[in-house]
């Protein structure tokens, strides 16, 4: 069984005189007990996807469901069964974290005793702050307040909308820790982020950019697709490497990768010595074939279709 | 980038109450470095920048930002540096050429200096046929790049940027960061916080805040040997998971 699917939907939104297809014919289905995951930047269709399948928003065309059940038809059972952690914090701030976990305890009709093994080791971080109000926590502490909500009654599927946005690398870290265990007990999640490092972590990954869906598989399986070699270059001088590496005519891309430039070029049958030549004014170069990794692959994929990162509206 | 230096503080404190946000900071820093200011949420690096752009006042310490002390001279603090975050950038509700000729009028140029450097700006981003547009219309990574050209529109000597790359796409990210080689290169000193372990390693140096103190300051290459630490990631987790305190 899937415990979502989606099939051709689309969702537009009116600006002015500009129609502007926020979601643009998706479909994908997310497995019993998968960590799924939705990689894209803001504004590529996230969130509308999001508030589809949690029913607090209408597509225009296809449908959708939720453990078989209709986003449209059967919006009240969907409701009971669903964890929802919107993008922006939406508790209540002028609760204390207790009070913010019992009210939603309370609508869902269970109690926080009842289903407190499933949150023990996020609530444990966050009860020596239990009387304070939620709107005076620490983002981190916001966001596992959030999630403890999130998941008091027990949802069979779990939907975060960038819980990881604005956090730092070892907050970061900690929540993917504790996605893991949720996966482990059973729990379907469906998680968006726009960091790239963060798709490896997940089971299979949908690239998003624009309303459209680039590719859908597992991590592995995107990374051995990437169709060109890659190349980690440095050198001292980043800075003119870069702008040199980008001169070279048979380069067809180059970006910075943190510490290296990667570098893919537009014949994989090449002589690295004529690059090497053409660079012969660099000190230190290095240059390494390296395997791709997520980002590479969104980069390529970007560049290749029609939905270039730099269109504006007409 | 030279030995001139623009950027100085001198156990550089602000306390509010009892807790110190930031303490006792002291650092340098040179015309034209691009300088990467990590740490955790919460690790104090808001209220350092506050203080540093004039807009909040040490509890002790000293810092002189651009030549002007930051207790004395804070009006001409801010006509010296630009400023740009990701939650606050440019007016939404104002055409591109609105936001460019407010935020000029604002750092003091004149009219026909405003007329020239906009189509040149204009131009230079190619956006000469959405000049009328609003801002609000434009997609984010655009609203980025604009607001980054606004915040150094009048040649400050130092631009401060506060996670300027968060949630754009990863093309965009590094065209950004072409932008940010080229301000530098012209010798505008950039001073920027990021989430992006990999933009680290874009800095000529960076320092880790952990709890409100500096706790490692040094290139990139330096940090990763001083560390024994494949990546600016790795150098940040053995850090910053020492912090004791949220934000």
């Known amino acids: 069984m899937n415990t979502i699917e989606l099939k051709n939907i689309v969702k537009t939104y009116s600006a002015k005189k500009n129609k502007i297809a926020a979601v643009d014919d998706v479909s994908f289905s997310v497995k019993e007990g998968e960590l799924f995951g939705l990689i894209g930047p803001d504004g590529a269709g996230k969130s509308s996807i999001f508030r589809i399948l949690t029913t607090l928003l209408l597509a225009d065309r296809g449908s959708a469901s939720v453990m078989e059940l209709d986003v449209v038809k059967d919006y009240k059972e969907i409701r009971k069964i669903v964890g929802y952690m919107p993008g922006r914090f939406s508790l209540y701030q002028d609760l204390t974290v207790e009070e913010n976990l019992e009210f939603f305890a309370t609508i869902f009709n269970t109690t926080i005793q009842a289903n407190y093994n499933l949150i023990e080791d996020i609530y444990v971080q966050l009860e020596p702050f239990k009387n304070r109000r939620a709107g005076k926590l620490s983002g981190g502490m916001k966001q596992k307040l959030a999630l403890s909500c999130a998941l008091i009654h027990k949802p069979k599927v779990l939907f975060l909308d960038e819980p990881t946005t604005g956090v730092d690398p070892v907050s970061r870290t900690e929540f993917w820790e504790m996605l893991k265990r949720l996966k482990e007990q059973g729990i379907s999640i469906l998680v968006s982020t726009p960091y790239m490092d963060e798709a490896k972590l ?50 067809k891309s180059c970006f910075a990768f943190g510490d290296k430039h990667h570098l893919v070029l537009n014949d994989d049958n090449f002589d690295l010595n004529e690059l090497k030549t053409y660079l012969q004014n660099q000190t230190n170069l290095e240059i390494k074939k ?9 980069m390529s994929l970007i560049a290749k279709s029609n939905t270039t990162p730099e269109k504006l509206p007409a | 980038m030279n030995n001139e230096i623009v950027i100085k503080t001198d156990k550089l404190t602000k306390k509010f109450g009892d807790f110190i946000a930031a303490n006792e900071l002291t650092f340098e820093i040179y015309r034209g470095e691009i300088f990467g200011f990590l740490g955790a949420n919460g690790a104090g690096k808001t209220t350092a920048m506050k203080m540093l752009i004039g ?53 003091g140029l004149n009219d026909d200096e405003i007329e020239t450097k906009c189509n040149e700006l204009l131009e230079k981003l190619n956006l000469q046929n959405d000049a009328n547009k609003l801002v609000g219309s434009l997609p984010l990574g655009w609203k980025q790049k604009l607001a980054f050209s606004t915040a150094i529109f009048h040649t400050p000597k130092i631009v401060f940027l506060d996670e300027p790359t968060g949630g754009v796409d990863p093309i965009t990210r590094r065209q950004f960061w072409d932008m940010i080689y080229e301000a530098a290169h012209n ?44 990546s600016m990631d790795d150098v940040f987790l053995m850090l910053a998971r020492s912090a004791k305190r949220g934000d």
């Open chain 2, 55 to 107: 807009i909040s006042k040490p509890s002790s310490g000293d810092a002189n930002i651009a030549g002007f002390d930051v207790y004395k001279d804070t009006e001409n603090i801010k006509r010296s540096i630009g400023y740009m975050s990701q939650k606050f950038s440019l007016y939404e509700d104002l055409t591109v050429k609105e936001n460019i000729t407010l935020f000029g009028g604002i750092y």
């Open chain 1, 202 to 251: 997940c089971d299979r990954i949908a690239l998003i950019q624009n309303g459209k869906i680039l590719e859908i598989d597992t991590p592995h399986n995107i990374v051995n697709r990437f169709a060109n070699n890659l190349y980690a270059v440095r050198s001292e001088n980043m800075y003119e490497l870069l702008t040199d590496l980008r001169s070279f005519p048979k380069t």
């Open chain 2, 187 to 230: 010798g505008i000193t950039v001073f920027v916080t990021t989430h992006y372990m990999d933009e680290a390693e874009y800095c000529d140096r960076v320092s880790i805040m952990v709890d409100g103190v500096i706790k490692a300051l040094d290139s990139p290459a330096e940090l990763k040997k001083q560390f024994n630490a494949k």
């Open chain 1, 290 to 298: 390296i395997e791709p990794g997520i980002e590479d692959c969104f």
